[in-house]
């Protein structure tokens, strides 16, 4: 036997430096409608917190945020975020097979 196998995952799948299901991987698909979302948006839709995820996101370049002072502003995708969570990118809701009743 070459090696002992493991057919069950223990680290969650990681597409583009994000988990699929996480914080991170939720806001990018909440904010996939036109127009985006304000600060005040996201963190009635998601409050557990999430300006972890919004940093680690505008760090990976996959959302644009308003500079401080500027907050009634929409948080929005660009286009690299737009293509990950786009229906055929490799973050769709399809195809991580997940479902969010809050979306």
Request: with cysteine; hydrophobic share 40%.
């Amino acid at each position: 036997m070459p090696g002992r196998h493991n057919a069950f995952k223990t680290r969650p799948e990681r597409i583009d430096g994000i988990v699929v299901g996480s914080l991170d991987h939720q806001i990018l698909l909440a904010l996939r409608p036109a127009g985006g979302m304000t600060s005040d948006q996201v963190y009635a839709r998601f409050p557990a917190s999430p300006s972890g995820a919004l940093h680690r996101l505008k760090v990976a370049g996959l959302v644009d945020m308003p500079g401080n002072g500027q907050k009634g502003k929409p948080i929005r995708l660009t286009d690299a975020g737009r293509r990950a969570v786009d229906p055929a990118g490799p973050l769709a809701r399809a195809k991580s097979l997940i479902t969010y009743c809050q979306l």
